[in-house]
T-cell receptor
Framework: GIQVEQSPPDLILQEGANSTLRCNFS?????LQWFHQNPWGQLINLFY???GTKQNGRLSATTVATERYSLLYISSSQTTDSGVYFC???????????FGTGTRLKVLA | DAGVTQSPTHLIKTRGQQVTLRCSPK?????VSWYQQALGQGPQFIFQ???????QRGNFPDRFSGHQFPNYSSELNVNALLLGDSALYLC???????????FGQGTRLTVV
């Protein structure tokens, strides 16, 4: 099955700093999403991005499917950005998502 | 537009008991998947339901079973609970493959 690796595993930032989170996957994918999991466990949709580039406010994401990676950019980070960020991918011929181990982000005031 | 809703939000059960978790998909979605998330890990796929049939199953024992109703809502049943079944159980819905999935707030199950 597809392997998903996220880096870095942990990240501590000062408020206002920028960061880049990476997701590598081992095979071609039909689906890819980025989620933010808040302290209560809710997975919040950030981007559905199997390929290309998208932006939403301070967040943007790029997936280069041919090179099997995706990047999530967070600019001008805020304390409310703290939490765990997951990349989830779905391959062809499968209906399930495979999640990475996540990046734990803490933004300090 | 209500998103994916799960009930209950928290549950405490004793080893050996059975539990049923419920999920109502986002309006217009016909596909429901269930995931188990242990503490400190990413969610793991349990199974997916479409047209009231289990369409794909992850690496979980037969103690885990499910059902989808004609209104697309779904249940996850776990029999003979083990301490290791303690986890956050997440339900996701989408409109078939190749579309964005949305997750509910989860049910936190504690087995004592």
């Amino acid at each position: 099955g597809i392997q998903v690796e996220q880096s870095p595993p942990d990240l501590i930032l000062q408020e206002g700093a920028n960061s880049t989170l990476r997701c590598n996957f081992s095979d071609s994918v039909n689906n890819l999403q980025w989620f933010h999991q808040n302290p209560w466990g809710q997975l919040i949709n950030l981007f559905y991005i199997p390929s290309g580039t998208k932006q939403n406010g301070r967040l943007s994401a790029t997936t280069v499917a041919t090179e099997r990676y995706s990047l999530l950019y967070i600019s001008s980070s805020q304390t409310t950005d703290s939490g765990v960020y997951f990349c989830a991918v779905g391959g062809s011929g499968t209906y399930k998502y495979i999640f990475g181990t996540g990046t734990r982000l803490k933004v300090l005031a | 537009d209500a998103g994916v809703t799960q009930s209950p939000t928290h549950l405490i059960k004793t080893r050996g008991q059975q539990v049923t978790l419920r999920c109502s998909p986002k309006s217009g979605h016909d596909t429901v998947s269930w995931y188990q998330q242990a503490l400190g890990q990413g969610p793991q796929f349990i199974f997916q339901y479409y047209e009231e049939e289990e369409r794909q199953r992850g690496n979980f024992p037969d103690r885990f079973s499910g059902h989808q109703f004609p209104n697309y809502s779904s249940e996850l049943n776990v029999n003979a609970l083990l301490l290791g079944d303690s986890a956050l159980y997440l339900c996701a819905s989408r409109l078939d493959r190749g579309t964005e999935a949305f997750f509910g707030q989860g049910t936190r199950l504690t087995v004592v």
